[in-house]
Each structure stands twice: as C-alpha cells, then as structure tokens.
Nanobody, 120 residues
Framework: QVQLVESGGGLVQAGDSLRLSCVASGLGFDSYAMGWFREGPGKDREFVAA????????YYADSVKGRFTISRDNAKNTAYLQMNNLRPEDTALYYCAAERQAWGALPDYWGQGTQVTVSS
C-alpha cells in the first residue's frame, strides 16, 4: 500500500520559514517524480513545485519562485519543500504527490496534506 505522509506545517508569521517533509512508503521512490500542491481557503488546488526522480530538474509555480525550494533524499524516501519569506497568501493545505517516472502534473498518489498558516 502506497503512503505519502506530510509533516512540518504550522502557524507562522509573514517572513518566516518552514520546511515540509513527505515520507513515501510502498513504492519505488527513486522511480517517481515528486511534487507539492496546495489548496488555499476557497481556492482550487494548485501546483507549487516538483522535481524529477534524481532531482535533476525542478519546476516551480511563478508565485513561489525564488522563495521555495524543492528537494529529495532518495536514501530516506523523503521529499522536502523549503519555504522562505512566507506570505499570508501562502496559507493553504499542502499536499505531497508522486508521479511515476516523468513529471506531467498528473500524480499517481497523494498525501493527506499538512496545514500551513501564515499570519500578517
């Protein structure tokens, strides 16, 4: 059974940083591209960032470029999202996602999400 478990969310102030983690089990982690999505209050789920199986290519939404960094440690079956200079508009439920082989923004698996709340 495939599981993606996110952690690291919380309540922070604008300008603060957080690092989200996503631990994967039940799949060949290094065969999957990994990504992060978010769903803010009253908004549709949107793409945030993704990277290929070896981290060689990364992709970011324009709204987070220069502030967020996605990475992975295949030895730990874990993907990360380092979020710096957080803004109130980053408030959302953040989901980890896994897509077999290449990243095409059509994940095969999703986590349950971790809440990030940024106060002004």
């Amino acid at each position: 059974q495939v599981q993606l478990v996110e952690s690291g969310g919380g309540l922070v102030q604008a300008g603060d940083s957080l690092r989200l983690s996503c631990v994967a089990s039940g799949l060949g982690f290094d065969s999957y591209a990994m990504g992060w999505f978010r769903e803010g209050p009253g908004k549709d789920r949107e793409f945030v960032a993704a990277l290929t199986w070896n981290g060689g290519e990364t992709y970011y939404a324009d709204s987070v470029k220069g502030r967020f960094t996605i990475s992975r440690d295949n030895a730990k079956n874990t993907a990360y999202l380092q979020m710096n200079n957080l803004r109130p508009e980053d408030t959302a439920l953040y989901y980890c996602a896994a897509e077999r082989q290449a990243w095409g923004a059509l994940p095969d698996y999703w986590g349950q999400g971790t809440q990030v709340t940024v106060s002004s």
